[in-house]
């Protein structure tokens, strides 16, 4: 199986060592799910974890944190993000 955590799943999985997204952490550690990143998700990850409230609630030093943002990645596979637009259709007052 193959993931994409959203931020709140790691937030969550630093603050909750019972629940279901720290499983999902420790699952990813073992090897039994593998997980993608792109490089956004993983700015998103430190810059949400380091807010005052997150490493309080965490108990995480920043370097703390550093070091487990970098043991996250390394256990991520890097994806780039690929966008589809759809084409900008007029709008029904332009046409009248």
């Known amino acids: 199986m193959r993931l994409a955590l959203d931020t709140d799943v790691v937030v969550a999985a630093l603050r909750s060592p019972s629940g279901a997204s720290r499983r999902l952490i420790e699952l990813l ?9 792109t490089v956004g998700m993983m700015m998103e990850y430190e810059a949400v974890l380091a807010r005052e409230e997150q490493l309080a609630a965490t108990g995480l030093s ?4 550093g070091s487990f943002l970098d043991g996250l990645a390394a256990l991520m596979i890097p994806v780039e993000p690929h966008f589809l637009w759809r084409r900008e259709r007029p709008s029904i007052s332009s046409s009248m």
């Open 62 to 65: 920043l370097s703390e944190l």
């Open 29 to 37: 550690r073992a090897g039994r799910v593998s997980a993608v990143a």
